[in-house]
């Protein structure tokens, strides 16, 4: 079945305790994304990668890092994490062509920081 | 980054009633697309405008995009239970892969 997975679903971690959030499709999908959703702001986007080994900003990448080292795979990274980034975090894959814009998201990992 | 203005940001209606939203941006879009989100689950595609113009039609749901690329809206009709949910809008520009999302409209339907 195509799908995005994400680990965890849930979690809870203190401030500052260095923190991985996997990611994996198995569309064969050039791009893909990291958003985070909060209450009345939508989805915003962290980062997102085109390819292997390119990876760009989106409008919130401040306390997270992201990694492309296979196609399949885009972990966000958190090192260390902080109360303001408590939120719903979201993984998406697309291909890139141009009358395909279409991204499949990720169940969602919700994420607390105490 | 600028996101998109959608309204309204949420709609009680009773079953059978159609539904309309909307989405607007200041600047040009080349892709609009309207998303889904079910409780616990992540946004699911409804329908993808490529066209200015473009009007479509996915069963009870219709779309526009708007003829000068900065809006688009989306229909409902004859709403049932299962439509409850939040609708997004989205854009993309021309050869940028950034996609803009709106706040969503959480629409709650009274059988």
């Known amino acids: 079945e195509a799908q995005v997975t994400q680990n965890p679903r849930y979690l809870i971690t203190v401030t500052g305790k260095k923190l991985t959030v996997t990611c994996s499709q198995n569309?064969?999908?050039?791009?893909m994304s990291w958003y985070r959703q909060d209450p009345g702001l939508g989805l915003r986007q962290i980062y997102y990668?085109?390819?292997?080994?390119?990876?760009d900003k989106g409008d919130v990448p401040e306390g997270y890092k992201v990694s492309r080292k296979e196609k399949r795979n885009f972990p966000l990274i958190l090192e260390s994490p902080s109360p303001n980034q408590t939120s719903l975090y979201f993984c998406a894959s697309k291909f890139l062509v141009a009358t395909m814009d279409e991204q499949f998201f990720g169940p969602g990992t919700r994420l607390t920081v105490l | 980054g600028q996101q998109l203005n959608q309204s309204p940001q949420s709609m009680f209606i009773q079953e059978g009633e159609d539904v309309s939203m909307n989405c607007t941006s200041s600047?040009?879009?080349?892709?609009w697309l309207w998303y889904k989100q079910d409780p616990g689950e992540g946004p699911v595609l409804l329908i993808a405008?490529?066209?200015?113009?473009e009007l479509t039609s996915n069963g009870r749901l219709t779309a526009q995009f708007g003829i000068t690329r900065k809006d688009s809206f989306l229909n409902i009709s004859a709403s049932i239970p299962s439509d409850v949910g939040i609708y997004f809008c989205?854009?993309?520009?021309?050869?940028?892969?950034?996609?803009?999302f709106g706040a969503g409209t959480r629409l709650t339907v009274k059988p």
């Open positions: 569309m064969n999908h050039e791009y």
């Open positions: 990668s085109m390819n292997v080994e390119v990876t």
């Open positions: 600047s040009i879009f080349n892709t």
């Open positions: 405008l490529y066209k200015a113009g």
């Open positions: 989205a854009g993309t520009k021309y050869n940028n892969n950034d996609m803009r």
